[in-house]
């Protein structure tokens, strides 16, 4: 079992900068994959950014590619999106997800534990 509580969410304005952390208890994340999806009101989950248990490998969806960055530190057990250069069309709520597999996965299923998520607001 993986627990995962985001953080970081808030409100900014278009052009700013927000950084969630997403902590996992439970078992070490090492040998995890782990992702960020979000949901805007009314939509489907949509992947945003997922890193491979080492970090040396990122993908990220067209929608945020040069703007998000995702890291994580295995030591802490803690996976992070830094989100820069923020417009309204970030505003969602982003979840946290573990994938108990390798290779970065885009899809909802693909990932077997998620975090509550944490609501982002973005202003124009």
């Known amino acids: 079992q993986v627990q995962l509580v985001e953080s970081g969410g808030g409100s900014v304005q278009a052009g700013g900068s927000l950084r969630l952390s997403c902590a996992a208890s439970g078992r070490t994340l090492r040998d995890i994959t782990m992702g960020w999806f979000r949901q805007a009101p009314g939509k489907d989950h949509e992947f945003v950014a997922a890193i491979s248990w080492s970090g040396t490998r990122t993908r990220y969806s067209d929608s945020v590619k040069g703007r998000f960055t995702i890291s994580r530190d295995n030591a802490k057990n803690t996976v992070y999106l830094q989100m820069n250069s923020l417009n309204p069309e970030d505003t969602a709520v982003y979840f946290c997800?573990?994938?108990?597999?390798?290779?970065?996965?885009?899809?909802?299923?693909?990932?077997?534990?998620w975090g509550q998520g944490t609501q982002v607001t973005v202003s124009s």
């Open positions: 997800a573990a994938r108990m597999a390798s290779g970065l996965g885009v899809r909802q299923y693909e990932y077997a534990y």
